[in-house]
């Protein structure tokens, strides 16, 4: 089943201990795309300005992704630059120019509307839920958010939730959404919300669901070097929703299996800058890394 995804593509200017990059290719629904890609078919929306180069859309040609909701206007595209420092836990965030992202309004080509499985990259709560009134019958509805809208668009996002089956956020949104401290609690209160599921990303650390009655636990996949962080909570997204369409189960067994795919693709991400890494994985060695991963966690 195809992924529908709405969110940012971007020039990212990023710089880490281990060199810098100019102008790489960046973007929320840009990283989920190219992670997703691996399982399924992916439908994307997005907008992008006229300096946009051509040889670059052939990285979503490259991996089968759908272009058709795609918006090409007047003006430059989103840019960011960050830096990473230390243990590279937190981007410092330089600059941000919006530019076309800034007024962007994601309008669903017809051909979209039946979208069975729908992300909500990271946005404005009042455009997710505007992609949400575009689309006709999902089978399963997740979304990111920020600190931003958390701060500053509560109320929106409070009304996306009662719309949303789940929710991936990491554990510094999840304690500043909810006010708690413990994780664990924490995602349970969203669960009153609204979701159906909470994943919290906790970096380096893994991850935590809460699923129903179940809680799921998974360290992150051990790496001798990260590179670059960035993308990497898209990609663990785009591993994460690209599973469970292929599976075409949101069961606990599938959701935990979703952890783990999403795990180890976010760990291809961060072994080099930008997409240098992830747009080269394939299948093959996406599932070997899994396999390496299940036999790390299993205890005999």
Known sequence: MSVLVVGSIAFDTVETPFGKVEGALGGSA???????????????????????????????S???????GLQIVDGDTFNWTGRYEGDMSQAETVEVNLNVFGTFDPILPDSYRDSEFVFLANGAPALQLKVLDQVQKPKLIVCDTMNLWIDTA??????????????????????MLTGQDNLVVAGRAIREMGPTFVVIKKGEH??????????????????????????????FAGGFMGYLAEAGAIDAAAMKKAIAYGTVTASFTVEDFSLDRLHNVTREELDGRLAEFSELLTIR
């Open 154 to 175: 509560l109320d929106d996002l409070k009304a996306l939730l009662r719309r949303v089956d789940g929710i991936i956020l990491n554990d510094g949104e999840a304690r």
């Open 62 to 68: 490259e991996r089968g992704i759908d272009t058709a």
């Open 206 to 235: 893994g991850g935590l669901a809460i699923v129903g009655d179940d809680i799921i636990s998974l360290p992150a996949y051990p790496l001798p070097v990260v590179k670059d962080p960035t993308g990497a909570g898209d990609s």
């Open 30 to 60: 840009t990283f989920f795309s190219c992670a997703a890609s691996l399982f399924t078919d992916i439908r994307l929306v997005g907008v992008i300005g006229r300096d946009f180069p051509e040889e670059r859309l052939k990285i979503f």
